[in-house]
Each structure stands twice: as structure tokens, then as C-alpha cells.
């Protein structure tokens, strides 16, 4: 799943908002995957898998969103002629 950091405490633990919109989970410091605790920040897209803690449901092997920076190039010509005209 996918999802973004709402809430951090210092104390090791936050909460991460799932980006279907179910209710928020909780995670625990022990939970990351990729880099410590402290590398993280609200805010910050994450992805990661459900699990079921002692209290309910929680995030396991949180790690960052992988950064979609490259979108795929299209193959159909007749799409990109179509875009090429809508912008001019």
C-alpha cells in the first residue's frame, strides 16, 4: 500500500494516512525497512504493508515512495500528434 507519514512522535512510533482513504495506521520505529527512524517526516509518501499489531492494525516494512520522476514515453503517435495540437 501506499500512504503518507501524518504523525510522528519522538517516542518511535506515527501514524501513516493510506492513500485509499481507510483510516490511519499506526506504525512503530521498528517497522522501516529503509533507513532509521529519523529520516522520516510528516508528510512523507511511503509505502508499506499491513499487518496486525497487538492493538489492531499496523504498517510492516515501511519504506519511502519510490519517486516517479520519469513518466513513460507514449507509443501511440496518433495520441501524441492529437497533444501536440490541443497545445498550440
Known sequence: ??????????????FIKPEDGSKDVFFHAT??????F???SENDAVEFEMSEG????AAAN????????NAAPS???????ADMAEAA
Open 1 to 14: 500500500m501506499k500512504g503518507t507519514i501524518v504523525r510522528k512522535r519522538d517516542e518511535g512510533y506515527g
Open 31 to 36: 517497522a522501516i525497512v529503509e533507513g532509521h
Open 38 to 40: 529519523d529520516d522520516y
Open 54 to 57: 497487538p492493538k489492531g492494525p
Open 62 to 69: 515501511v519504506r519511502k515512495a519510490a519517486a516517479n520522476t
Open 75 to 81: 507509443t501511440d503517435a496518433a495520441d501524441d500528434a
